[in-house]
């Protein structure tokens, strides 16, 4: 975060009030250039905090007017900048064009004879739980992800989960999809620790 933060010289941090703790930790060493946070969180209610200025997203939302006159913009138009998670170096931006979110998008719901789970939280008992309930047939992911989630002390229990495909990022020109046999992963590699 605080690489990110830096390379990108950013103005607005929006932070999780699960995250408040670290980012409070840290906020001595994050960029001058932030000018504000932006809180998000499940409830409405107003967050304690020590960064300053810091703004609840939902009370925001409220009191903005629904009148918002949309710039005309080309589609070949930076609209976000994604950051890898920087598991094996420091992390790299990747811009997206407005022209590519639309044509993702597109693609994603002419694909959609299924649907998508975003679990939110990094609660990894959870993620699993939520695999299970809702029998997710895919899933997609970093390698910490599947480390993470194979580490949980009660993995075992979840052959039903761990028997369908996997897709990780191998680096950023390359994804693996493949039907990895997990639980044997789960026997060989339990408790490694990723350098």
């Not at 009030?17 to 980012?23: M, R, S, Y």
């Not at 931006?93 to 979110?101: C, K, L, N, W, Y």
């Amino acid at each position: 975060m605080l690489y990110t933060a830096k390379h990108t010289g950013d103005e607005v941090l929006v932070v999780r009030d699960e995250f408040l703790p670290l980012v409070e930790r840290v906020k001595d060493l994050l960029p001058k250039s932030l000018k504000l946070f932006l809180i998000t969180s499940d409830t409405s209610k107003t967050v304690e905090t020590k960064l300053e200025p810091a703004y609840n997203y939902e009370h925001l939302v409220e009191k903005a007017s629904s009148n918002y006159e949309f710039p005309d913009l080309d589609e070949n138009t930076d609209a976000t900048l994604f950051y890898t998670s920087g598991t094996t170096r420091l992390p790299k931006g990747v811009i997206f064009t407005h022209r590519q979110i639309v044509l993702h998008t597109f693609f994603v719901v002419m694909a959609s004879a299924f649907s998508f789970v975003l679990p939110g939280r990094y609660e990894w008992d959870y993620i699993l739980e939520l695999m299970r309930k809702e029998k997710v047939t895919y899933t997609y992911g970093v390698p910490t992800i599947l480390h993470a989630l194979v580490n949980r002390p009660k993995a075992e229990e979840y052959r039903d989960v761990f028997s369908r495909p996997f897709s990780f990022v191998e680096s950023m020109d390359k994804t693996r999809t493949s039907k990895i046999d997990v639980m044997k992963l789960i026997k060989k590699y339990k408790n490694l620790k990723l350098e």
